[in-house]
């Protein structure tokens, strides 16, 4: 199975700030890595497909980046919104495995 | 507008069993391959299984092999899970979610349906 490792596992960051989590394949996963965000309670929720595509009706402020192993999601200009957790999850070989997740708390 | 409403969660004792629904709305159930993807109380996102879109293909996570048991009914516009032999790590949030394809990315999810596994 291929392995995700996001860091960090939480974060603090304030309104306006830019921030980036990243999330490794312990395998190449080319650009089948996606990003969701999950608020307390609700069903996650996509952001950015194939490493980079960002999601219909989702922020510009949301950018994702990377291929192979290495990838990135950045949030520029944090919105009180954007406070919530966020895992990546690969889809090229099943099982198609989530990162432990990036929770992102107001500082 | 695309709608996935799972069902059928509930308190069951280990080694019972428990048959989870996704009711599909707003979209041609038919074309898309459909996966259910589970959350511990507190913890991640752990992936369960996937079906194609005919049914012609299945696959599961090793944890839940030879237990779970995933089908859907394209005349009904349903999605299901049956669950044997359940154990107290079973518990958790029951999410189903849509992919266009084999490889594609979650886009629209359930609301999700609690499953607790405890005596």
């Known amino acids: 199975d291929i392995q995700m490792t996001q860091s960090p596992s939480s974060l603090s960051a304030s309104v306006g700030d830019r921030v980036t989590i990243t999330c490794r394949a312990s395998q190449s996963v080319s650009s089948y890595l996606h990003w969701y965000q999950q608020m307390p309670g609700k069903a996650p929720k996509l952001l950015i497909y194939g490493a980079s595509s960002l999601q219909s009706g989702v922020p510009s402020r949301f950018s994702g980046s990377g291929s192979g192993t290495d990838f990135t999601l950045t949030i520029n200009s944090l919105q009180p919104e954007d406070f919530a957790t966020y895992y990546c999850q690969q889809s090229y070989s099943a099982p198609y495995t989530f990162g432990q997740g990036t929770k992102l708390e107001i500082k | 507008q695309v709608q996935l409403v799972e069902s059928g969660g509930g308190l069951v004792k280990p080694g019972g069993s428990l048959r989870l629904s996704c009711a599909a709305s707003g979209f041609t159930f038919s074309d898309y391959y459909m996966s259910w993807i589970r959350q511990a109380p507190g913890k991640g996102l752990d992936w369960v299984s996937y079906i194609s879109s005919s049914s012609s293909y299945t696959y599961y996570a090793d944890s839940v092999k030879g237990r779970f048991t995933i089908s859907r009914d394209n005349a009904k516009n349903s999605l299901y899970l049956q669950m044997n032999s359940l154990r107290a790590e079973d518990t958790a949030v029951y999410y189903c979610?849509?992919?266009?394809?084999?490889?594609?990315?979650?886009?629209?999810w359930g609301q999700g349906t609690l499953v607790t596994v405890s005596s």
């Open positions: 979610a849509r992919s266009s394809t084999l490889r594609a990315h979650y886009d629209y």
